[in-house]
């Protein structure tokens, strides 16, 4: 099994051409590096119908890195969400200082909007609600206007 034996292959200029310029993403240096690598692959994909564990190694690394750079993607989203949140939360409590009723209140009622519409909101969705704070003065004010 160790002793390596010659073998001559014939193909045409452009298929050459190309195993040249896709052996940096094959990580091999040689010619015969990459055609080994390539039986070996055949191989494998060849067996595959008796052996499944060849296919999944790589399936499951390139999950692996899809899942990763999404996860990243989304984190790098949600935490510039988070601060601009954390920034009009900031503003509007500048504004105005709320009773803890209302705010519970008001609290259970945006969950359970987010939750009735998969986190799918809009304004308008938000304007069609009732005033809780018209007839019920939760705002901690001076009786000025809201």
């Known amino acids: ?3 390596k034996y010659t073998l001559t292959i014939r193909m045409d200029g452009k298929t050459e051409q190309e195993i040249r310029e896709k052996m940096d993403d ?3 240096r040689s010619l ?14 060849l067996r595959q119908g008796k052996n499944l564990n060849f296919i999944s190694p790589i399936l499951a690394s390139s999950i692996k890195s899809e899942i990763k750079n999404t996860e990243h993607n989304l984190s790098e ?3 510039k969400m988070a ?3 954390s920034m009009l939360t900031q503003i509007v409590a500048d504004e105005k200082e709320f009773y803890p009723e ?26 069609q609600r009732e005033n809780v704070y018209t007839d019920l003065d939760y ?7 809201y």
């Not at 590096?33 to 070996?40: C, S």
């Not at 519970?104 to 969705?125: P, Q």
């Not at 705002?139 to 206007?145: I, M, P, T, V, Y």
């Open 32 to 45: 015969n590096a990459f055609v080994l690598k390539a039986i070996d692959f055949y191989l494998g994909y």
């Open 83 to 85: 601060v601009q949140l």
């Open 139 to 145: 705002f901690n004010s001076d009786g000025g206007d």
């Open 102 to 127: 209302y705010l519970d209140e008001l609290h259970k009622w945006c969950a359970e909007k987010v939750a009735s519409t998969n986190g799918i909101i809009s304004l308008e969705d938000m304007q």
């Open 77 to 79: 989203m949600v935490y």
């Open 1 to 3: 099994m160790d002793k």
């Open 26 to 28: 094959a990580h091999v």
